[in-house]
């Protein structure tokens, strides 16, 4: 059986070593110009910004399959890696030049490469070779014979920086080099806590679930690789440094991304001294690296305004764009099934398409559950009445932020209403340091001349770019036509 699948390996491998890749330019010349990676949620391509107003597409050369070992994944000059690969990619013309701040990023990610590569056997990363017992039987022969930690002998990374500086592209760069055959694991942070807790759910009543959990995950993932890594949640906040020491003693290796700094994970948050030592876990077992850009490369897309209509009034304007994008099917009112047996019901929808009015998706007890199974089933979402956010809609703004990241997770397609452009939807949501910032009132300051509705809250406060970049890039022109080759594709692989 390993010899048959070494076989496949093989043969897929020589099969995309012979794809090509080719890089447009607006006038169809074929010189090359200043250059730099730009984030793509597509796996295998990504964008390039040169002098010209637009920005193009490219496709890379497809990753050699991984064989048994690293090096035979690497399938030029014996060298493998994030690093590496990225090189190649500017030694074939594919690239001119890089964002110095990915390089200096990129050449921790190839260190880490490199020793997880050198300690492979330590790290038990070779899944024919771990071990096939569940994790509740491990749990119990744990009971009986005391097992003794056995902490990677590598240490993770956490990426962090601004919104729209690359680090979902570079976490793709490195994951996409990593051989087949090791136990990895790639998830969006909202989706890894939703697994976690519905894992909880089916280990009631054993002394300790989350170390069952805990085994469970380990199994399935020596190296697990987490997108966006964020905390605002309570319950999540309690339970996370209790998982992660059970996972780190099992000799998981983390490498995660995030818009905050560990010291300002849960910020403020309902008893966070209780999760102060997962920071002091994270940054023991984590290698903290800020990535640093003053670009944000996802508003260099070319946004437009079709899908995205400022003004309440264009209600039946979204109702006309919905009917258009459903063709000839007929919408009508749909359950759709979340986790745990829970229930959501869609006011309209057909075809692939979900139509919402904004409080019956951001204003009921919603969560990430719910839009994951949502987005499960519907690739695009109409929302109708996204109003401007304040301290009287607090809660809904966290919904809606959490529903941004979904979509953007499942690459998913927005219309909407709102009542401004999504730069000025958080104007009035503010960090600490922000209202600290603000002057304080004088004599000559009335009370009348203050907002009233300003949310001062630091979670919602950082959060607010992500989204805004977000829906910048989901509104771009380069997103849409993702979005569309992406649907002809699976009608296509359909018939």
Known sequence: MRALARALRQYRACSRSQRGSRVYHPDGSSKNHHQVLIPSRRGSAYYLSNSYPRIKEFRTLSTAAADDSPQAAAGYDGKAGPLHE???????????????????????LQ???????????????????????????????????????????VRGLYLYGGVGTGKTMLMDLFYDQLPSNWRKKRIHFHDFMLNVHSRLQMHKGVAD??????????????????????????ADALILNRLFGHLFSKGVVLVSTSNRAPDNLYE???????????????????????IGSSTDYRKMTNAEQGFYLVGHEYSGLLKQKFQQLIGEGTPFPQVVEVVMGRQLQVPLGANGCAYFPFEELCDRPLGAADYFGLFKKFHTLALESVPKFGVHNRTAAYRFVTLVDVMYENKSRLLCTAETP??????????????????????????????????VDNELGFAKDRTISRLTEMNSREYLEQHEASLQEMACNSL
């Open 268 to 290: 403020g948050g309902l008893q966070r001294d209780l999760f102060l030592p997962f920071i002091a876990t994270l940054k023991d077992r984590c290698i903290a690296h800020a």
């Open 86 to 108: 990225y090189e190649r990619r500017i030694s074939s013309g594919e690239l001119v030049d890089g964002d110095s701040f990915q390089v200096g990023t990129l050449r921790l």
């Open 111 to 153: 260190r880490l490469y490199d020793q997880l590569v050198e300690n492979e056997d330590d790290c038990r990363l070779d899944r024919y070779k771990a071990s096939e017992k569940s994790g509740r039987s491990r749990w119990l022969w744990s009971r009986l014979i005391p097992q003794s930690s056995s902490y990677s002998p």
């Open 422 to 455: 999504p730069v000025e939807l958080f104007e009035r949501i503010v960090t600490i340091a922000d209202a600290e910032k603000i002057s304080p009132r004088t004599s000559s300051r009335s009370l009348k001349k203050d907002d009233l509705d300003l949310c």
């Open 209 to 234: 679930p989350l170390e069952v959990v805990a085994g469970e995950i380990s199994d399935e993932s020596i190296l697990l690789c987490v997108d966006e890594f964020m905390v605002n949640d309570v």
